[in-house]
């Protein structure tokens, strides 16, 4: 564990760290109540099968050890690779299955290996079996499990490669569609000594703005490597047969997806073309979109694109784009077409079309709609071949949907649904699915209604419900809604007609467990028990209050068991945040969240430092609110600290806070977060930032929300660059970022330039560099060291009455 602390302020606050500029040291523990909590085993992940009578439990490990993070790893394209067994890179999850049947409420377990781990989970059409693979040692194979029998087998030993994970089973379940390690592809490309020249890149006067991707390809090493890992084999191979065989269809390529149409007889076969670029992730390379026969061949090519190095942020490619089958069509492709070049700048009254194209594939396209914005994709349903369609405005955050008949090519749409996306208040749900007569995902239309779920939010918080919606009229009517001191929301129908239904059932001392309504009966399917039953106790209550400009703002308070405000008086306070850009205080003052969930701790959570006596303001709203998405951020220092001086005076005015004893802190744009209160006001004792991106000139071409690039803003990227105001960081701030972060902007050379940048003008600080932990922390040595280290800081610099010493000025 390497961490860093400014010189010679360890023995003046006479904290427990070295007072070493740099070192060296074992993980950390923090207190046993928080690691056996971290240790508490996890509820299993349910999934409910397409013909509605079997819920299958993925039963799920602890953190695993960064032992198994420390496995090699090839960072390629984007990717994180583990060569040895040709699939991502990672910990095992899921490491069990179990079957409920859910006429008899039986379970059974299944028989899988015992040290392996399971992905890629796809049911067959009928819900009969569910395939999935298993990763153990060096080897990814192919398994499937009957719910009948409630028996899993394996049907291909090795060589499954899961570079991109493609599974699909053809629509009769007959068969399912694998791809496995080319046969012919070699020895693995082994990188030379000694070079043969240098890296070179070109640029020929095109504009090419890229996001900061990290794992890119580097050199002609990695790209060779890539393409041996990724190169792969397509088979088909009979689940049911006793001696299973796999067959191959067609010849090695570096396929990236496959997709068997509705009807059975193609395939959807989607290629990436060589050279590779250097600049952009696999997504943005050259490739090629083909439909195939079963059997491996070539019906004829959709779409060729070039390296996509030219995409205007935000934009799309330009071109044909997005290929998939019509779900209601036995074999028709459809697929989006920029209308404006593939550039949200350019303004158009029509942004989108959608094209269709049906077997054989050697007649001419037609046009099926235009959108006056960027479409987004289409749910087909179960009546005829009426789809309903997405578009979204990114500029004026307005979400529409349209009924779209697939069959009518330019005739009139039908408008479903249109509100500002942000708008949680006016949000009606997503449909609720059945599979159709091709075995696809489809949302049911039944009897002339949809049955649509949703969050519910209220001004009282999320209200989950299940309505029915007259497809012809839109008109809603609410069947069933959560109500009392829990939280429920439907997860599926049992019966079409909604009579009965599943949902998840929790409330603050009951983890999330499977219930089934059948009118006014319910019944629970599952019981899994409370993994922390200690903190039933802890407080949690749901808050609004409203910052000095009249913005509405809303948080989640967590009080330790038995505090009273008047007896005990006021705790210190942490105050975990995450900003978020709205068009207006309307939709940015909306209430989100439930005081009724159950309250997992888990990970590095900051409900831990509940358990340890403080006060927590969790996911307290920092809306940065303007009209002009272009401009918001303009005002985004002065709307932060406008936001936190009244999380803090609400602290105050409830009796829980003193407004002396306070954190801030926040994971990655919440670090960001972090840095800017520290460094732009006195509000604060101490600041944890976790994962951050403290220096925006290091992302020029945008970030977050904000569209400019650097060079039309550049002022801007200064302001809001907390590294260039580091000379201001008076209060101490603690770093945490994994040392093979591979999100977008936050390179773990941003906690390392920030601490430097304290540091060199005398602050407080100190940075922590977690081995083989990425943008989140996953191994169970890290979650308890960033605990332990968490907990520290903050009793040390925030609990005092009297402020702990801090960095000369």
């Known amino acids: 564990m390497r961490f860093v602390v400014a010189a010679g302020l360890a ?193 020929s006067g095109y504009e090419a703005p890229v996001r900061t991707y990290q794992d890119l390809l580097e050199d002609a090493q990695d790209a060779a490597l890539f393409a041996w890992l990724a190169e792969t084999q397509l088979v088909w191979i009979d689940p049911d047969a006793r001696r299973p065989r796999p067959r191959e269809i067609g010849e090695p390529g570096l396929y990236y997806s496959v997709e068997v149409a509705p009807g059975g007889d193609y395939l959807l076969v989607e290629t990436l073309q060589q050279p590779f670029s250097y600049d952009v992730p696999w997504s943005r390379f050259a490739q090629t979109a083909e439909v195939w026969t079963l059997d491996g061949d070539p019906v004829a090519v959709l779409g060729e694109q070039d390296i996509a190095d030219d995409v205007p942020i935000g934009g799309v490619v330009d071109g044909r784009r997005s290929f ?82 697939f069959s009518a090519p330019g ?175 309307g939709t940015a003052g909306q209430v989100r969240g439930s005081p009724y969930r159950f309250s997992r701790v888990a990970g590095t959570s900051p409900r831990f430092f509940v358990t340890q006596g403080y006060a927590l303001m969790e996911n307290a709203t920092m809306p940065i609110v303007g009209a002009d998405p272009e401009t918001v951020n303009d005002t985004f220092i002065e709307q932060l600290v406008l936001s936190a001086e009244a999380a803090i005076q609400e602290s105050v005015a409830r009796g829980f806070g003193d407004g002396e004893r306070t954190a801030i802190a926040g994971h990655s744009y919440g670090a960001f977060m972090t840095a800017h209160l520290l460094a732009q006001s006195d509000l604060f004792r101490a600041g944890i930032a976790r994962s951050g991106a403290y220096n925006r000139t290091l992302t020029p071409f945008g970030f977050q929300s904000e569209r400019r690039p650097f060079w039309e803003a550049p002022q801007v990227y200064y302001e809001l660059s907390p590294f260039m105001a580091a000379d201001r960081i008076n209060e101490p701030m603690l770093l945490i970022h994994g040392e093979i972060d591979n999100n977008s902007g936050t390179f773990p050379m941003q906690s390392e330039r920030m601490f430097a940048a304290v540091k060199g003008n005398g602050g407080t600080a100190r940075l922590v560099m977690l081995p083989y932990e990425s943008h989140g922390y996953r191994a169970r040595e890290s979650v308890l060291h960033v605990l332990a280290e968490s907990m520290d800081w903050l009793d040390t610099y925030v609990r005092p009455e009297t402020p702990a010493r801090a960095a000369p000025r």
């Open 324 to 405: 998939a089958w019509q779900a209601s069509h036995e074999a028709r492709i459809i697929w989006a077409e920029a209308l404006d070049g593939g550039d949200p700048r350019v303004e158009t009254d029509e942004r989108d079309s959608v094209w269709a194209l049906a077997a054989p594939f050697d007649g001419e396209p037609v046009e099926i709609a235009r959108f006056e914005d960027r479409y987004y994709g289409t749910q087909f349903t179960s009546q005829g071949q009426t789809g309903i369609a997405v578009e979204y405005d990114r500029d004026t955050r307005v979400l529409r949907r349209w009924v779209v008949d």
């Open 11 to 203: 023995g003046a606050v006479g904290l427990s760290f070295s007072a070493m500029a740099q070192d060296e040291e074992v993980y950390r523990l923090p207190a046993q109540d928080i690691v056996d909590i971290v240790d508490a085993p996890n509820a299993p992940l349910t999934s409910l099968s397409p013909d509605r009578r079997h819920l299958l439990l993925l039963h799920r490990e602890s953190l695993p050890p960064v032992a198994d993070l420390a496995r090699p790893m090839e960072r390629l394209a984007g990717l994180r690779l583990d060569a040895a067994t040709n699939g991502r890179h990672g910990p095992r999850s899921v490491t069990g299955l179990s079957v409920i049947d859910l006429d008899t409420g039986e379970e059974r377990s299944f028989d899988t290996p015992r040290d392996g781990g399971l992905s890629d989970f796809t049911w067959s059409p009928d819900g009969s079996q569910a395939a999935f693979l298993v990763t153990e040692g060096d080897a990814i194979a192919l398994w499937v499990a009957d719910m009948a029998s409630g028996r899993a087998r394996e049907l291909i030993g090795e060589g499954v490669n899961d570079v991109f994970g493609s599974i699909d089973w053809t629509p009769d379940g007959e068969r399912l569609i694998v791809t496995m390690n080319s046969p012919d592809r070699g020895p693995m490309p082994v990188r030379p000594r000694v070079p043969a020249g240098p890296v070179i890149q070109s640029a």
């Open 411 to 585: 005739a009139e749409q039908r408008l479903a649904e249109e509100r500002n996306l942000q708008d949680s208040y006016a949000d009606p749900g997503t449909p609720l699915t059945t599979r159709n007569q091709f075995g696809q995902t489809v949302a049911a239309v039944v009897d002339g209604y949809m049955y649509n779920t949703g969050d519910g939010a209220t001004p009282d918080g999320d209200r989950p419900f299940l309505s029915r919606v007259n497809f012809d009229t839109f008109e809603t009517e609410i069947l069933w809604r959560n109500s009392g001191e829990n939280y429920e929301e439907v997860i599926g129908l049992l019966e079409e007609d909604a009579s009965r239904f599943l949902t998840s059932y929790e409330d603050p001392s009951t983890p999330p467990n499977v219930r089934l309504h059948a009118g006014e009966d319910v019944s629970w399917v599952t019981e899994f028990p409370n993994p922390h039953p200690q903190l039933d106790d802890i407080r949690k209550e749901l808050i609004t209050y409203e910052r000095a400009d009249g913005v509405p703002l809303s948080a989640t308070v967590y009080l330790p068991a038995g505090y009273d405000a008047e007896r005990d008086g006021p705790l210190p306070l942490v105050i975990w945040a995450y900003p978020l850009e709205y068009s207006d205080a």
